[in-house]
């Protein structure tokens, strides 16, 4: 009997913390989603700018322009949100590739954002007016995206 009780405490211990482990680990879950998604988007317009740039595709001065804008808006949107503290790497392995270095260091993270910014501008201003113009903006936007990956992003 005294064994039976136990056995029960043990498995109620484990369930609830079991619960609360999962819990912890949600937490941050769609800061992470959303932080991934900026990323993927800006991946997606700057992929059909390189694109252009190394000829792979036509030259298109519009969709270069929408392309340019669209890394322009991203660039200077507010998502401070997405980025709490205690969602990096060291606490959350396999889930995010954010190091540490991004909250202890900050505001370098945001200083590379707003390079990345005011490269995407000069893009936007330029990138309907000839290809020729793209090769030579697009080293400072994808500059700017490796520059942050070196210092705040996990290798894969
Ligand atoms: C201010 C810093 C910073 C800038 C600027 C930046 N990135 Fe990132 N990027 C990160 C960090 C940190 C991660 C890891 C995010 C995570 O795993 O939570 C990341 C992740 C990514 C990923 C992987 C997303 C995923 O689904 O796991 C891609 C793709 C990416 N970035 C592309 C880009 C491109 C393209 C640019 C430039 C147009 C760029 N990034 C600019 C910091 C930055």
């Known amino acids: 009997m005294k064994y039976g ?12 913390a079991g619960l609360s482990t999962a ?13 991934k998604a900026v990323m993927s988007l800006y991946a997606w317009n700057l992929g ?35 980025w709490p503290q205690g969602s990096d790497s060291a606490a959350l392995p396999g889930q995010t590739r954010a190091k540490s270095e991004a909250w202890t260091t900050y505001p370098e993270s945001a200083e590379i954002n707003k ?11 330029v990138a309907d007016t000839g290809l020729e113009n793209i090769q030579a903006n697009i080293g400072a936007i994808g500059g700017a995206c490796s520059a942050c990956h070196k210092k705040f992003r996990e290798s894969e």
């Open 5 to 16: 009780l136990s056995l029960i405490c043990a498995l109620v211990f484990t369930v609830v």
């Open 23 to 35: 819990i912890a680990e949600g937490k941050f879950d769609n800061a992470i989603k959303a932080r």
């Open 48 to 82: 059909q700018l390189a694109a252009m740039a190394k000829g792979e595709v036509d030259y298109n001065p519009e969709a270069a322009r929408i392309a340019a804008e669209n890394i322009t808006v991203l660039a200077t949107m507010n998502n401070g949100a997405a």
């Open 115 to 125: 390079t990345l910014a005011e490269a995407a501008i000069a893009m936007s201003e």
